[in-house]
């Protein structure tokens, strides 16, 4: 299956202009454009058809998304239309107000069996912030089936979020908390497939790599909220290494795409200044999956728009 992960940006300049209109207004595929027209931030009217265009064009199976408010999170379920469902709320009121870390899901190839989604704070079971945090931050947790490909069907686990753009204490209790989730769902469903996707906001090296660290397991855990180490307590003794493994360094090289940042800004064509790779997809080391092509997309097209900050990342895994 090809699991996408995708921060959106969110809709920072809101208009009333409906997803008909923005297909009505395509161009003629035809006629030649002026190139890089266009500079810096469009409207989301402007960079949601060629997100989905992307999407289509992938082929993808399961699409994580990151910093979606309603509107884009309805927009993309108009634009993929009564095949695709989706999961996930508004981190402000656990409804929908703010950021959603939405999980879609093609039906033709995969069930939903269940959803919740927690905090990513001390207190993880009602909408919350960690202090200093920029605002709140959630997981969107999914138990799916895989009813495609070989070995199907598949059970396995499916986690997604956004942490926090400026507080690493926030980005490494939400590595903790990811990391003992993922842990109880390994061990819950007797050794199933964990896949977790988002925007971390933390590098895999430098001063902001503390949660990366966490969940890849090169760094211990930090203390979470009592109640939730409880609720997602394994038995003494299992699993006792497990951690999440970055699915780009299993992939054969000559499979991984050319790109390395997933974060470009919106700074124009060559100015790498901001660059960075931030959005990850990672598989439990509980194993049952095996990672086969792995590619960063672009978010850029020749009339000058960016369909987002941030690159696309796709994955190839096959699920035991």
Known sequence: MRVATYNLRY??????????ASLDSLPD???????????GEQPWSTRRVKIFQHLQREGVVLASFQEALVRQVNDL???????????????????????FSPIFYKKSDVDLVSNDTFWLSDTPDVPSAFPNAT??????????????????????????THLDDRSDGQRRLAASMMLARARYEAHRSGGAPVIVTGDFNSPATGK??????????????????????????????ELPD????????????????????TYTGFEGPGDASVY???????????GRWTATSYKVGSSLTDDGVLASDHRPVFVDITLQ
């Open 135 to 160: 605002g709140p931050r959630i997981c969107t947790a999914t138990q799916l089936v895989l009813k495609s490909g070989p070995g199907a069907p598949v059970p396995f686990t499916y986690l997604n």
């Open 11 to 20: 809709d920072s300049q809101p208009d009333d202009v409906s997803v008909q």
């Open 276 to 286: 960075s790779r931030v959005d990850f997809v990672y598989g439990g080391s509980n």
């Open 208 to 237: 902001d790599s503390g949660a990366y660290a966490i969940i890849t397991g090169a760094r211990a855990p930090v203390a979470v909220d009592a109640a939730f180490a409880a609720k997602y307590a394994v038995p003494e003794g």
């Open 29 to 39: 595929p035809l006629e030649q454009y002026a190139f890089y027209a266009k500079k």
């Open 77 to 99: 379920a108009e634009l993929l239309g009564d095949g695709w469902g989706w999961v996930g709320v508004g981190r402000d009121d656990g409804a929908s107000a703010g950021e």
């Open 242 to 261: 497990f951690k999440m493994v970055d699915l780009k360094g299993q992939v054969p090289r000559q499979a991984v795409s050319g790109d390395f940042a």
